[in-house]
Every structure is written in structure tokens, then in C-alpha cells.
């Protein structure tokens, strides 16, 4: 329930002469306190991201030091592998904590069913770390086996950043929000590149399959970042830019050649495995750089939108005291009712003669532009929502495509995603739209 402070409750004392009704009143408030609790939440909602991000980062870094180990038959990573696990775990317990303070403290926390029912899921995919690392430093799986493990768990914690980005209300927060989800995913997608082909090469040969997997890969990663670059600042920008003209984008680009070389028939040196990792986590760390920018941005842009909300009530309260000690109207009041402005009877093209400016109506003038102008800006940004959060809409579509074509097809996720681009490019459309007919048919 909100409650209004006293200073608050006091600007609302109804001037008999007003015209504006302690409710009226109340509401304009109550709608700024609403948007406020909703930036906070907000707010709790980025801090949970960074942590996420930060947590998915080390698993990323464990998952490739396991698959090496494993590849290895325990000869490589031994020691770095445990330092590792150690910094995961201590990313985990940091948010294990972070949830535990902004989630639990209250039933009716304002938050999103789906958001927490994500954070849930994830939370049960960390439960079962200690399992899986007691089978790796077993030797109990295979590389292949462990690397599918840490994805599903990524892929859990990406999700909770994705329902986050769905949530937000603030659409600047929003197009950040869609920036860091599309560059988390595409770093993914380049660590699971990563162990694909460390598994190629550590076997000295890529079959067509493999191939097709690494181009694939290959491929999700462009679409990721093509929607970072549409969402992400200048500044963002440049860094990635760098990134894709160092010299370490070039021996990726000059390795993906060998691998498709490769898979048409041909046999490579097991030493080609080592190299391959280290320039791809090289590729892969340099990313935490544009994340943490992100991140950092998303921080200071909570606070920035809180203080600006918190100075805007302000504003609201200190001219609904003027309103207050405003003279009795002799006049027609500045109102809906008189407002061409506003949709009224369809066809009518009645006009009103210019309402008057006089002392006695500047603060009931100034009330209605605030209360037409807070409506507004609400239209307003539910406009720049849809636009930021389209982006997500359709991956969200391509996804339910693709799992329905993998039901009904029995294919894999790269069969099922390259069968919708080529239907796509065939019939010259976009894949989401392509996607959304699919699932309008079979869905």
C-alpha cells in the first residue's frame, strides 16, 4: 500500500474554490510515487544483471578450463581449474546474496512473476555445481557431457537478464538492458564456439557436422552483436569496433577458415587445440570489458532516472501547494472538458475561443499541463518500449520456432535455425517474420 508523507498529505488540503478534487490530487501524486517504486525496483532488478553477468563470466571461464581438462585426461588445467572453481564460487555466494537481500525480504515485492520464476530455475541449476565439479575432477564425463552442463546453467542465468530487459519500463534502461542481453548471448554463443572447436582439434579432424556447428555458431553470433551495435552508445561502439579489427578477430577469422577447410576432409595437429583455445578466450575475456561498460552504464542510468523521478515529485507537491493558496476562480478553469486537444466527439470540428492567462488561472493552468503532460510522456515512452523491446519480442520468436522445428523435424537447434534462414532468404523476408508465421501455424 503507498503511503503519503505528511508534507504530502498536507498539499492536499482542497481549496473550496479549486476545482480540482483531493482525489485528482492524490492520483497525480500517487502516479509519481508509482513510477518511482518501479524505477527501484528497476534498479534492484541491473544490480541482479551485473551480478549475473559477473557469475556467467566465471562459469564461461570454468566450463573452458574443464573442457581442456577433460579433452586432456586430467594432463592440462589441473591447478588453474581449481583456482577457477574457486573464483566461480565466490561469484555465486556474491549472488546468492544479492538475490536473498532484493527478493526475499518481502512477499509483495513488485516484481515479476516470470523474472523471479527464472531466477528460481537458475538458482536450482547452481544447487548441482558441487556434483558436476566432483565428476569432472573424477573424470566421471566427458568433455562434451560438461560443456552441455555449463550451458544449460548459462543459459539459465541468461535468461533471468533476458526477463529483466522484458520487465523494464523506462525505455532508455530498456535499450540498455537489450544491448547487454544481445552482447551476453553472443559472447556465449563464442564460448560454445570455443569448445567446439577444441574438441575438433584435440581429435585432429572436423566432419561436415562439426563444420556446420562452428558455422552456425559462427552465424548467431553476427545477428547477437548486429543488435548490440543497433542498441549500445558510441562509445560502446568504438570498443567493439576495436575489438573486431585486433589482430586476435583476424587468427579467429584465419582458424574458422581452417576448421571449414577441415571438414571437407583432411587432418589437423592435436597441437592446433591449445592454440585454438587460448586466442579464443582471449577473444572471449576482452568482451568482459564492454560488458562491465554496459553494466556501469546501466548503474548510473537507475540512480540518474531515481534522482530525476524524486525531484519531479517534488515539483508535483510544491505546485499543488501553490494551487492551494491560489485565488477563487472567476473564470472557465483549464480542464479536459475545454481541450481541443483531447479526442472528443468524432467528426466535430468545434472550436473554442483561446482560454485566458490571468494570475487567478496560471497555477490551475500549470496543474492541467502537468497532469496532460504526465500522460504524455507515458505515451511516450510506451512508444520507445516497443521499439526497444521489439528486438526481444523476436528472438523470442525465433526461439519457439526453432524448438518447434526441432519437435516436429526431430532436428537439431543448428539444423532448425539454418532450415528457417534459408526459408527466409527464399522467400526475401526477415527471419523473425518468418519465424512468427511458423509459429502462428504450428504453434
Known amino acids: 500500500?503507498?503511503?503519503?508523507?505528511?508534507?504530502?498529505?498536507?498539499?492536499?488540503?482542497?481549496?473550496?474554490?479549486?476545482?480540482h478534487s483531493d482525489i485528482t490530487k492524490r492520483f497525480l501524486l500517487s502516479a509519481k510515487h508509482q513510477e518511482i517504486q518501479a524505477l527501484q525496483h528497476l534498479s534492484s532488478n541491473c544490480r541482479t544483471v551485473k551480478a549475473v553477468k559477473d557469475m556467467i563470466h566465471q562459469l564461461q571461464r570454468e566450463r573452458g578450463m574443464s573442457n581442456v581438462f577433460l579433452s586432456s585426461q586430467g594432463e592440462r588445467f589441473g591447478s588453474p581449474l581449481q583456482s577457477q572453481v574457486a573464483a566461480s564460487e565466490q561469484s555465486e555466494q556474491d549472488l546468492r546474496s544479492l538475490l536473498k537481500s532484493l527478493y526475499l525480504g518481502q512477499h509483495d515485492n513488485g516484481q515479476s512473476m516470470r523474472l523471479l520464476s527464472s531466477i528460481t530455475f537458475a538458482l536450482q541449476g547452481m544447487?548441482?555445481?558441487?556434483?558436476?565439479?566432483?565428476?569432472?575432477?573424477?573424470?566421471?564425463?566427458?568433455?562434451l557431457e560438461s560443456t552441455n552442463a555449463y550451458c544449460r546453467l548459462i543459459a539459465g542465468l541468461l535468461d533471468v537478464v533476458f526477463e529483466a530487459a522484458d520487465v523494464a519500463s523506462d525505455p532508455k534502461m530498456t535499450r540498455l538492458l537489450v544491448a547487454l542481453f544481445n552482447f551476453m548471448q553472443g559472447k556465449e554463443y563464442a564460448g560454445q564456439e570455443r569448445a567446439w572447436g577444441a574438441i575438433g582439434f584435440a581429435e585432429s579432424h572436423f566432419d561436415q557436422d562439426l563444420g556446420d556447428r562452428i558455422s552456425a555458431l559462427t552465424e548467431s553470433q553476427q545477428h547477437c552483436f548486429e543488435t548490440f551495435t543497433n542498441f549500445a552508445d558510441d562509445e560502446e561502439q568504438h570498443m567493439w569496433l576495436d575489438q573486431q579489427n585486433s589482430d586476435i578477430a583476424a587468427q579467429i577469422a584465419r582458424l574458422r577458415q581452417m576448421i571449414q577447410t577441415l571438414a571437407s576432409g583432411g587432418e589437423c595437429s592435436a597441437e592446433l587445440s591449445e592454440i585454438w583455445?587460448?586466442?579464443a578466450t582471449q577473444r572471449i575475456d576482452a568482451m568482459q570489458s564492454i560488458e562491465a561498460h554496459l553494466t556501469d552504464r546501466l548503474t548510473e542510468q537507475a540512480s540518474l532516472r531515481i534522482k530525476q523521478a524524486e525531484e519531479e515529485l517534488r515539483n508535483h507537491e510544491l505546485l499543488i501547494a501553490t494551487l492551494n493558496?491560489?485565488?477563487?476562480?472567476a473564470d472557465t478553469p483549464i480542464t479536459m472538458l475545454y481541450d481541443n486537444t483531447v479526442k472528443g466527439l468524432k467528426g466535430a470540428e468545434v472550436k473554442s475561443e483561446k482560454l485566458p492567462e490571468g494570475s487567478a488561472l496560471s497555477a490551475h493552468k500549470s496543474f492541467y499541463d502537468l497532469i496532460r503532460g504526465q500522460a504524455q510522456r507515458i505515451e511516450d515512452m510506451a512508444d520507445e518500449l516497443n521499439a526497444a523491446k521489439q528486438a526481444l519480442n523476436e528472438q523470442k520468436v525465433i526461439d519457439r520456432a526453432k524448438l518447434l522445428l526441432m519437435?516436429?523435424?526431430?532436428?537439431?537447434?543448428?539444423?532448425?535455425?539454418?532450415?528457417?534462414?534459408?526459408?527466409?532468404?527464399?522467400?526475401n523476408i526477415r527471419l523473425a517474420e518468418l519465424a512468427q508465421r511458423v509459429v502462428s501455424r504450428v504453434g
Open 127 to 143: 544447487d548441482h555445481l558441487p556434483d558436476l565439479r566432483n565428476k569432472i575432477s573424477d573424470q566421471k564425463l566427458s568433455a
Open 277 to 279: 583455445y587460448d586466442i
Open 1 to 19: 500500500m503507498l503511503i503519503l508523507s505528511d508534507i504530502t498529505v498536507a498539499f492536499l488540503v482542497e481549496c473550496p474554490m479549486s476545482k
Open 325 to 329: 493558496n491560489a485565488p477563487p476562480l
Open 407 to 427: 519437435q516436429q523435424g526431430g532436428l537439431s537447434e543448428q539444423q532448425a535455425y539454418r532450415k528457417l534462414q534459408s526459408s527466409a532468404m527464399e522467400q
